[in-house]
């Protein structure tokens, strides 16, 4: 017996599943709901991804401040209302039979779908430090494009790994009134970084403190052993993709980024699209990841009307 035959009319078989409920899923998800297909997003933590834990954003279009918590609710009582549905669990694998698609969760769901979009995003790698979690959104962000704009005139330190560092810290510099760069890694080249940066190499942090309301100090040790007043620290030390279910090395780079056709978020597999942070190297905004989830549903729509003609 073929597997059409034994998902058609299954209420597992979807016209699109969507791994991943952050802006790009969520976006992706409207734009096939308002479609007439069926569509369900699946979300091991809250709807809305890393969006939720940001505490003011100033920089999406069409709103001069609003919380990341205010904006997910936003997307994901669009997306539902539009027809969407909502699935909680973890994705543990996926597979291809027959043309379908087929997603597997830790929770023992087995679902089928005519396309997968795969928007399950990043997550940073943090520095593992006493006072990082608690002072996350009170002056520690991991996103200078995001956050940049706070530390205007305010004392502020990136600290990095990463040319990606080294990026964020020229981002910075004429924002600042005074800036330092706490150097994790000796090889990055900071030969451009500019005159008014204060480069601190050959140590480490060892403490973030606050007043409970707002991140005050960073402690050093090393080379530079000492507490240093700031208001705003910018962690720029490397990202790692949510791709651990993939099996499927034909789909990912060489950092397990997933590879996507920019113009229309195809990736390696027919039938499967990718949108949003886990298949972007830079520019990791809101708004390009709604735009990226627009993109991989309307190339999503186009698959399915040529592939699945009724």
């Not at 078989?13 to 952050?22: F, V």
């Not at 997910?72 to 539902?80: P, W, Y």
């Not at 030969?191 to 309301?213: A, T």
């Given at each position: 017996?073929?597997?059409?035959?034994?998902?058609?009319?299954?209420?597992?078989?979807?016209?699109?599943?969507?791994?991943?409920?952050?802006?790009?899923?969520?976006?992706?998800?409207?734009?096939l709901a308002r479609a007439n297909k069926r569509v369900g997003f699946i979300e091991k933590n809250n709807p809305g991804g890393k969006l939720v834990s940001i505490a003011e954003i100033k920089n999406y279009p069409g709103?001069?401040?609003?919380?990341?918590?205010?904006?997910?609710?936003?997307?994901?009582?669009?997306?539902?209302?539009?027809?969407?549905e909502y699935i909680w669990g973890d994705v543990i694998k996926i597979d291809q039979k027959q043309?379908?698609?087929?997603?597997?969760?830790?929770?023992?769901?087995?679902?089928?779908?005519?396309?997968?979009?795969?928007?399950?995003?990043?997550?940073?790698?943090?520095?593992?430090?006493?006072?990082?979690?608690?002072?996350?959104?009170?002056?520690?962000?991991?996103?200078?494009?995001?956050?940049?704009?706070?530390?205007?005139n305010c004392k502020t330190a990136v600290i990095g790994s990463n040319q990606s560092a080294v990026g964020s810290v020229k981002y910075l510099a004429g924002i600042a009134s005074?800036?330092?760069?706490?150097?994790?890694?000796?090889?990055?080249?900071?030969?451009?970084?500019?005159?008014?940066?204060?480069?601190?190499?050959?140590?480490?942090?060892?403490?973030?403190?606050?007043?409970?309301?707002?991140?005050?100090?960073?402690?050093?040790?090393?080379?530079?052993?000492?507490?240093?007043?700031i208001d705003y620290a910018f962690i720029i030390n490397g990202i790692s993709a949510s791709t651990d279910f993939i099996n499927n090395k034909e789909l990912l780079t060489n950092d397990n980024i997933i590879k996507v056709d920019n113009s229309n978020k195809n990736t390696a597999i027919p039938g499967i699209f990718s949108a949003g942070?886990?298949?972007?190297?830079?520019?990791?905004?809101?708004?390009?990841?709604?735009?990226d989830g627009a993109i991989a549903a309307t190339s999503a729509i186009a698959y399915i009307n040529s592939k699945f003609k009724k």
């Open positions: 017996m073929g597997l059409e035959s034994i998902v058609v009319g299954d209420s597992n078989l979807y016209d699109a599943l969507i791994i991943g409920g952050g802006p790009a899923g969520l976006s992706a998800a409207l734009y709103f001069a401040n609003v919380s990341g918590n205010d904006l997910a609710m936003s997307f994901f009582n669009q997306a539902t209302e539009a027809g969407a043309g379908y698609q087929i997603v597997y969760t830790r929770e023992g769901n087995t679902m089928y779908a005519k396309t997968l979009i795969i928007a399950s995003g990043t997550t940073e790698t943090k520095l593992g430090v006493r006072g990082e979690n608690e002072y996350l959104q009170k002056g520690i962000s991991y996103c200078v494009l995001c956050d940049g704009i706070l530390a205007k005074k800036l330092y760069f706490v150097v994790l890694d000796e090889s990055i080249d900071v030969s451009d970084v500019p005159n008014n940066v204060e480069i601190i190499k050959g140590s480490k942090i060892s403490l973030f403190s606050g007043n409970g309301r707002a991140l005050t100090s960073m402690l050093l040790s090393g080379a530079v052993s000492k507490e240093i007043m942070d886990v298949s972007r190297s830079s520019n990791k905004q809101v708004v390009t990841a709604v735009s």
